[in-house]
Each structure stands twice: as C-alpha cells, then as structure tokens.
C-alpha cells in the first residue's frame, strides 16, 4: 500500500525537534555507508524548469527522488517518491513544499548542533519568510536562544514575523532596520534570503565577529546570490552540505568565490562534520555551513514525515503504486 501526503498533511505533522534528531541520524548512518546520490537533473523548457533528485540510501532502506517544476508565473511544486530499498514498493508519495522547507531547517540545526558555541544564545536572522522561520526553529532546537534580531526588506514582513514566532520559540524577537543591525553581536547569523535574479548578497562577509557560527540556506541557484564571496573566504571552517564542484554549479555565491579565488576550498562537507573528520576546535573560530539542499536529506524527512503519519493514520492510503510485473 501507499500512503499519499498532501502539504496540510506534512505541516499538521512536522515537529523540529524531532525532525532534526531523526535526520541527524539518517544522515549520520548514510554517511557510514555507501549511499548513492548522483548529480541532480536540470531541464529548462520555455519558461518552466524541471529537477530530479535521486538516490538510493542503505542505511535507511530506502530509494526514491525529489522533483520539482516551476515556471516564472506559476510558482514551483515539490514531490518526493519513497520506495523500500528491498522490495520496490512504493511506500509514500509526499508534497514537499512545506517538507523542503522543514528538511532545510532541521539539516541546519544537525550542523548547527555541531558548529555553533554551546553557550549560543543570541540570533541575528536575515529574512522573514517560511524558510527563515524553519532555520530559526531548527537552531532554536539545538541551542537555548533567547534574543533574536531579525532583519527584512520590508519593515511590515520583519514586524509580522516578530510577532508570529516569539511565541512559538520562548525567544525575544527584535526587528531591526538594518542587516548590521541583526548580526552584530549575534552568536549565530541565520541568512534564509536571496536578493533575486542579478540582485547583490544580503550578507557580506566584512560583519563576521569573532566566534560567531553562519547558517546560509538561499543561493540555491546559478542566478541566486546571498553572501559575499569574504563570507566564504574568511570564516575559520566552512562546511557544506554537498561536495564543492556540485555546489559551485548549484549557487551563484559560490560561482562569485570561484571568480575571485579559484583554489578556495570548504573544510569538508556535512558527513565529514558527522563523522568528526572537521569542526570547531574553540570558541573564537568563526564557522560557516552552506546548504543547497540534497535527495538525501529529502528522503529521509521524507521517510520520518512517513512513519509519523502512518502512526497517526494521516494521510491517504491506495493501492501500491508499483507492483511488480513479471515479463
């Protein structure tokens, strides 16, 4: 049987906590075995796109893909596939717009846990929409923050989200009139914006303080800038969350770095930081994680958002999807 999962489904569904402790570990036992995730497919037609992420992950017993569609006028829809990795069946056929942006938040807070200081309590937020709101709740979960300075364009969109999350965080939230003004003195600087198609960074890398840990999630296109290239370049560990080269192809902040410092590499990636083959060695180091989002984090939120639902009997089960043919 298959269980389909609309996005009210998801979102009545995904708690960040234990969102982050479950794709924490799914990434953890991936990166002790050999998972496959290839490259992501880009097709442009017109003016609509089309990615495929795929990927067969060992440790969670499971294979499946990520694919969205966009076009200029009509928005993006997300869909992720989960079949048994043994059996072929497929298990779950989940809308992922709101679970991208849940997996966004909870891959933040796995690197987060390991990245910032323990005694981070202060946030510097650049953005306020719903992937601000997710990386915020996801550092929230791993730290004990009680002041966050928040900063967006627009002053209604800062004051807004002010008022929509104290609440739900335990946390003081400031809106602020200035991006110096969100991350100076901050502990941890959440960047969860983009300035659009040609537009310049939202953060550069000139604020950086001492012992500060950056979390960079919106450069996820060629086209898309976020940091400075000195936000790169300057931190004492940089890690990513996919190999370099697939993200230099991935992120035009890292297609800037690449014009002005071609042998520039991070520290590792997200499963060397799992496997503590990189770090923060002390509390002056200036850290930054840079993520574009894989098939492999997809999955497994995609698998846990699974398990829950079949636990609650949410969702809508049919007929399996994929029986097996004999020729």
């Given at each position: 049987?298959?269980?389909?999962?609309?996005?009210?489904?998801?979102?009545?569904?995904?708690?960040?906590?234990?969102?982050?402790?479950?794709?924490?570990?799914g990434l953890r036992a991936e990166a002790e075995t050999t998972a496959v995730v290839p490259a992501r497919v880009n097709l442009d037609h017109g003016?609509?796109?089309?990615?495929?992420?795929?990927?067969?992950?060992?440790?969670?017993?499971?294979?499946?893909?990520?694919?969205?569609?966009g076009t200029l006028s009509g928005g993006i829809r997300y869909s992720v596939i989960v079949s048994d990795l043994a059996s072929g069946e497929v298990?779950?056929?989940?809308?992922?717009?709101?679970?991208?942006?849940?997996?966004?938040?909870?891959?933040?807070?796995?690197?987060?846990?390991?990245?910032?200081?323990?005694?981070?309590?202060?946030?510097?937020?650049?953005?306020?929409?719903?992937e601000a709101e997710t990386n915020l709740a996801a550092v929230c979960a791993v730290r004990p923050i009680s002041e966050v300075k928040v900063y967006?364009?627009?002053?209604?969109?800062?004051?807004?989200?002010?008022?929509?999350?104290?609440?739900?965080?335990?946390?003081?939230?400031?809106?602020?009139?200035?991006?110096?003004?969100?991350?100076?003195?901050?502990?941890?600087?959440?960047?969860?914006?983009?300035?659009?198609?040609?537009?310049?960074?939202?953060?550069?890398?000139?604020?950086?303080?001492?012992?500060?840990?950056?979390?960079?999630?919106?450069?996820?296109?060629?086209?898309?800038?976020?940091?400075?290239?000195?936000?790169?370049?300057?931190?004492?560990?940089?890690?990513?969350?996919?190999?370099?080269?697939?993200?230099?192809?991935?992120?035009?902040?890292?297609?800037?770095?690449?014009?002005?410092?071609?042998?520039?590499?991070?520290?590792?990636?997200?499963?060397?930081?799992?496997?503590?083959?990189?770090?923060?060695?002390?509390?002056?180091?200036?850290?930054?994680?840079?993520?574009?989002?894989?098939?492999?984090?997809?999955?497994?939120?995609?698998?846990?958002?699974?398990?829950?639902?079949?636990?609650?009997?949410?969702?809508?089960?049919?007929?399996?999807?994929?029986?097996?043919?004999?020729?």
């Amino acid at each position: 049987m298959t269980l389909i999962l609309s996005d009210k489904d998801v979102r009545g569904l995904g708690d960040m906590s234990s969102l982050v402790e479950l794709l924490g570990s799914g990434l953890r036992a991936e990166a002790e075995t050999t998972a496959v995730v290839p490259a992501r497919v880009n097709l442009d037609h017109g003016e609509s796109m089309l990615r495929v992420m795929p990927a067969i992950l060992p440790g969670a017993g499971i294979l499946g893909l990520k694919f969205f569609h966009g076009t200029l006028s009509g928005g993006i829809r997300y869909s992720v596939i989960v079949s048994d990795l043994a059996s072929g069946e497929v298990l779950a056929c989940v809308d992922a717009a709101y679970l991208t942006a849940l997996r966004t938040g909870a891959t933040s807070g796995v690197a987060t846990r390991h990245l910032a200081r323990a005694d981070a309590a202060r946030v510097g937020l650049i953005g306020s929409g719903l992937e601000a709101e997710t990386n915020l709740a996801a550092v929230c979960a791993v730290r004990p923050i009680s002041e966050v300075k928040v900063y967006s364009r627009n002053p209604e969109n800062r004051a807004d989200f002010a008022v929509r999350m104290a609440p739900r965080l335990d946390a003081e939230i400031v809106p602020v009139a200035s991006p110096e003004a969100a991350v100076t003195g901050a502990d941890i600087v959440v960047v969860a914006t983009n300035t659009g198609r040609g537009g310049a960074p939202a953060f550069h890398g000139s604020c950086l303080e001492a012992g500060q840990h950056v979390v960079s999630i919106g450069s996820t296109a060629p086209f898309l800038r976020e940091l400075d290239a000195e936000a790169f370049t300057r931190p004492d560990v940089v890690v990513f969350d996919v190999a370099h080269d697939a993200m230099v192809h991935e992120s035009g902040d890292l297609s800037a770095v690449a014009d002005v410092s071609p042998e520039w590499r991070p520290a590792g990636t997200l499963a060397d930081l799992l496997a503590d083959r990189v770090g923060r060695d002390d509390d002056a180091q200036v850290t930054l994680f840079k993520s574009v989002g894989s098939a492999a984090q997809d999955l497994i939120a995609a698998e846990a958002i699974y398990r829950l639902a079949c636990d609650q009997g949410v969702g809508l089960v049919v007929p399996d999807l994929s029986e097996p043919k004999t020729f």
